[in-house]
């Protein structure tokens, strides 16, 4: 039966990367990406960008959505601090699958809850079903007509606080429109555009970094 394009991807990195050397994963899957087979991955250019807004937060409690192969979910819980946790939502059982094996091979399974389904289902049963109060730091990544209505829904559950950031991919390439409008709008928010390039590419796309003010 044929592969498909994630397998390949964990292919690549259990063949490539040291078990429990979360970098040498992350290089593996930029190595088989830039050189092999384009996958949507945040990637290594924006990847720095979203280091070093993970390192300035130094969240304890992260919410992903789209786990996609997690790639992100290692270069983000790869940073966190002992006892931090980072809940990532992935609906597609078959990434979701992959996923596990990549985390597992970075040795990240004990910061990193991996849920399936769909973010307007588990959104608001964050609380209840995982014990979160707020999150200090979202990171949007899945299906882009979807950040808008689950930033609305995370304030109506009440799981930002004065402070928490939220951290958007693609917000040029492919693009969220109505969520960039809303988002730098708002008098709730705080926005910055950080500049960068689609994965793998010369286009430009980018990550909007904004804060919540309660
Ligand atoms: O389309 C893109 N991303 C959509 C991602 C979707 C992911 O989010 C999951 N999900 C998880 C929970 C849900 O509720 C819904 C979906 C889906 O099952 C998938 O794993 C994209 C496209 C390009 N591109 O160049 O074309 C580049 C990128 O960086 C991208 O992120
Ligand atoms: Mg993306």
């Known amino acids: 039966t044929q592969s498909t394009r994630p397998q390949r991807l964990l292919n690549a990195v259990q063949k490539n990367a040291t078990r429990g050397d979360p970098r040498s994963v992350v290089k593996a899957i930029d190595d088989f990406c830039r050189h092999k087979e384009w996958a949507m991955n945040v990637g290594d250019e924006k990847g720095c960008i979203l280091d070093s807004v993970v390192s300035e937060i130094n969240p304890a ?8 192969c997690g790639y992100s979910t290692v270069r983000i819980a790869r940073l ?4 931090a946790k980072l809940i990532t ?6 990434f979701a699958a ?12 004990e910061k990193v809850q991996l849920v399936e389904g769909a973010s307007g289902d588990w959104i608001p049963k964050m609380k209840e079903q995982f014990g979160i109060t707020t999150f ?3 990171f949007l990544d899945h299906w882009k007509d979807r ?20 951290l958007a991919d693609n917000v040029i390439c492919p693009g969220t429109p109505d969520y960039l409008e809303y988002i730098r709008s708002s008098p709730r928010y705080e926005s910055r555009y950080f500049k960068s390039h689609l994965e793998y590419t010369k286009v430009e796309d980018g990550l909007e970094k904004s804060v919540f003010k309660g």
Request: net charge negative; proline share 8%.
């Open 61 to 68: 409690a992260v919410l992903e959505l789209g786990t996609y």
């Open 80 to 83: 966190l601090p002992p006892h």
């Open 89 to 94: 939502l992935e609906f597609n059982p078959d």
């Open 98 to 109: 992959i996923a596990r094996q990549v985390i597992a091979w970075a040795g990240l399974e």
């Open 136 to 138: 200090d730091l979202v």
């Open 147 to 166: 950040y808008l209505p689950d930033t609305k829904l995370m304030e109506e559950c009440g799981l930002l606080r004065k402070g928490s950031v939220l």
